[in-house]
């Protein structure tokens, strides 16, 4: 069966049990624990032969004996007993839940659907895709949030396409969501080099790595890098919050799309019995500046994890590039200390996650210096004049493609400027360091083209497009607004 056939099977049913209130995001959930358990069982047998890290009597024969209420409670102890076990176990079945209402629907799922198929022997890229499928569309479903966890494919493909991973690299993701970036790396490495087995191991087993500190969504990513046939026993993922300490550990590439929202905050009980809300400030003696902008600490921690002249591409919201006080030092520092070479300027209606305005940052970190390392800044701008939704005109990797060529990852130091007095509208000009730093507060919130649409009305979007822009305009203000409110320590910020 191809990808797109088997996530039409597994999601047709999913409209079935939403009838008993079971969400997208429940039911990825649910279908990764029970394929868990069916392809732990196929590798018993052979060409496999492997032992089972499922205890017998919690197993797949075990859930297929059962019906009815039988079945229900049998699963119940299932995910119980396995999410109390450490190692992947407890990676894949930590605080799982049972969440079916009805017996026979999980009865339907586990014999009809999951185990007429041999998930084991099935091509890596058609399961693994298959995978993805779902996570995408459990992503579509903006009321979960699920969306915050996903980035748009095309968007990973080229930042991994501009990068060039190789096998020599380590590629980290301290904020890996389902895990597209990895599993980009890992697609691009194996399709461009011819890679002998000591190599292949690498890549499958030692040359990948991620963190994530939701529990739910570090669950789909394990599922999503085991079917891809990555990591082994051992997964390269870690559960909990990156930017808590410096992990030691350094990366030639990291890949990267943060979280986007509000800055930290934690819940404090006082002897009175009131809730008191005191900001999170990251204070590390590797960072630049403390700060409660999770944005800007997660620029901070990048730089740690980079290796000697390894390289970073990260996903970062407006506010990294123009914010003051701490912003700014971490800008200046920045380009200082490391070679701030590319800014890829997004559109609006990529992101799941709504009201976002987005940018990548393209920087190499480089050895202690008295001189900046930045010399040039170069801005390729996909936004002014751009238009994307994600349903009717979504993103595709071919509106990507003149950023990947100008961008020249064969010899980015060879580029050239689409922009001049006689071509204005070129999308693609460098700045230099002293042109930058000059700048109000080192601000990276570069512009240079004419909106289209306010010097001709002739050339005006569809009304559908300028709605879509205003909302998404009012709702990047209403978060920089929270972001001021949490600062002033506004109470009940979220009903504003």
Known sequence: MTPTAIVQKLWNYCNVLRDDGMSYGDYVEQLTF???????????????????????????????????????????????????????????????QNKFQDPAKLRRLIVDLINKENWSVMNADVKGDAYEGLLEKNAQDTKSGAGQYFTPRPLIQAMVDVTAPGPEDTVCDPACGTGGFLLAAHDYISKHH????DQKKNLNE?????????????????????????????????????????????????????????????????????????????????FWATTSNKQLNFVQHIKTLLKQHGRAALVVPDNVLFEGGAGETIRRKLLHDCDVHTLLRLPTGLFYAQGVKANVLFFDKKPASETPWTKKLWIYDLRTNMHFTLKTNSLQRKDLDEFVTLYNPANRHERTSTWSGENPAGRWRAYTYEEIVSRDKASLDIFWLKDESLENSDNLP?????????????????????????????????EI
């Open 34 to 96: 029970l394929l868990f358990l069916k392809m732990a069982d196929e590798r018993t047998k052979k060409p496999f032969d492997q032992k089972s890290p499922v205890p017998q009597g919690y197993d797949w024969p075990s859930l297929l004996k059962k019906d009815g209420d039988e079945l229900f409670d049998h699963y119940r102890h299932i995910l119980e007993k396995l999410g109390q076990e450490k190692g992947l176990l407890g990676l894949i079945f930590g605080r799982a």
């Open 194 to 197: 011819r890679l002998d087995r």
């Open 206 to 286: 030692k040359a990948l790595r991620g963190w994530e500190l939701v529990h739910a969504t570090a669950r789909l990513c394990a599922m999503n890098l085991m079917l891809h046939g990555i990591g082994g026993d051992r997964l390269p993922l870690t559960v909990g919050d990156s930017l808590a300490a410096d992990p030691g550990e350094r990366f030639s590439l990291v890949l990267t799309n943060p979280p986007f929202g509000k800055k930290s905050f934690t819940t404090i009980i006082g002897e009175d019995g009131k809730a008191y809300t005191e900001k999170e400030t990251i204070e590390r003696e590797d």
């Open 462 to 494: 569809e009304p559908g497009v300028i709605c879509r822009d205003i909302i998404a305009d009012l709702e990047s203000a209403l978060e920089q607004l929270r972001l001021i409110a949490e600062d002033v320590r506004v109470e009940d910020f979220d």
